[in-house]
């Protein structure tokens, strides 16, 4: 069972910068799709972005392009997403998640099609 811990969440202002780690055990990470997703009350839970450790393919949501950056240390079994240009539209509860295997990456992502999820990391954009 692969068991996932996300951390680096806070509180930022508005143009600022986080880097949210998803340390993740339990499995040799081999063609799994990785993917970090948020919540926010009254939403339903959307895809941020992905990534592949079959050859590290990535997706991201058109609203984050170019602002954030997923990428993963095979050492320590460690994905991150770098946020830059922080908005208050991306305050929520960011999730990262596992799935295997990582075939059509962008239908999983894009459908949290998911089955191992951490516990949640909140991230407040302040204006």
């Known amino acids: 069972q692969v068991e996932l811990v996300e951390s680096g969440g806070g509180l930022v202002q508005s143009g600022g910068s986080l880097r949210l780690s998803c340390a993740v055990s339990g499995r040799t990470l081999e063609n799994y799709a990785i993917g970090w997703f948020r919540e926010t009350p009254g939403k339903e839970r959307e895809g941020v972005s992905c990534?592949?450790?079959?050859?590290?393919?990535?997706w991201y949501r058109e609203s984050v392009k170019g602002r954030f950056t997923i990428s993963r240390d095979s050492a320590k079994n460690t994905v991150y997403l770098q946020m830059n240009n922080l908005k208050p539209e991306d305050t929520a509860v960011y999730y990262c998640a596992a799935e295997w295997p990582a075939i059509r990456l962008e239908r999983l992502c894009r459908r949290a099609e998911f089955d191992s999820w951490g516990q949640g990391t909140q991230v407040t954009v302040s204006s």
């Open positions: 990534i592949s450790t079959n050859d590290d393919s990535t």
